[in-house]
């Protein structure tokens, strides 16, 4: 058994590049140049500092999943990108600060919440998703807090 990364859908991304405003809230999303790094939501990279424009909303990983929602902001590249697809590998330039792995069971309940390094991702992914009890992982930054993407059993 596997793991393969789930980015934020792209019709979703989408809509929020045309309307600039998040999904289900209405609260208004802006548009910036960043001047660090910023990690896309969609294809799991980097948005280059002084290169390349974001766009900020407020978003809720447990959308369509989970009925108490969790919500936080995060970033899209502002121009269409491809949706992150590379079962079993983790994405090279996510989270390299450290990770933090919120493990649910069904239900929303949270099983146990993981600090790994970057470069130990892929055996803890592994690891942690052939356990009985846990049926999804959110992935956040260790240092921002911010949901970073879902990881799920392959
Ligand atoms: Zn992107």
Do not use: K, Q
């Not at 045309?18 to 660090?36: D, F, I, K, S």
């Not at 697809?85 to 994405?91: H, L, N, S, T």
């Not at 991702?121 to 879902?150: K, M, Q």
């Amino acid at each position: 058994m596997g793991f393969r990364i789930v980015p934020m859908d792209t019709a979703l991304a989408d809509e929020v590049r045309t309307t600039l405003r998040a999904p289900g809230y209405g609260h208004p999303a802006w548009r910036e140049v960043p001047t660090e790094a910023a990690p896309c939501r969609v294809c799991l990279d980097a948005i280059e500092p002084g290169r390349e424009a974001l766009i900020a909303f407020t978003y809720d990983p447990f959308r369509e999943r989970e009925d108490v929602p969790l919500p936080g902001p995060v970033f899209v590249h502002e121009r269409r990108c491809e949706p992150y697809a590379e079962p079993g590998v983790y994405p090279a330039r996510l989270g390299r600060s450290g990770l933090l792995l919120n493990c649910y069971g069904d239900g929303r309940r949270l099983v146990l919440a993981h600090r790994v390094a970057h470069a130990d991702a892929e055996p803890a992914l592994d690891e942690l998703l052939a356990r009985p009890d846990v049926d999804y992982i959110h992935v956040r930054s260790a240092t921002a807090g911010c949901y970073l993407c879902t990881a799920l059993p392959d």
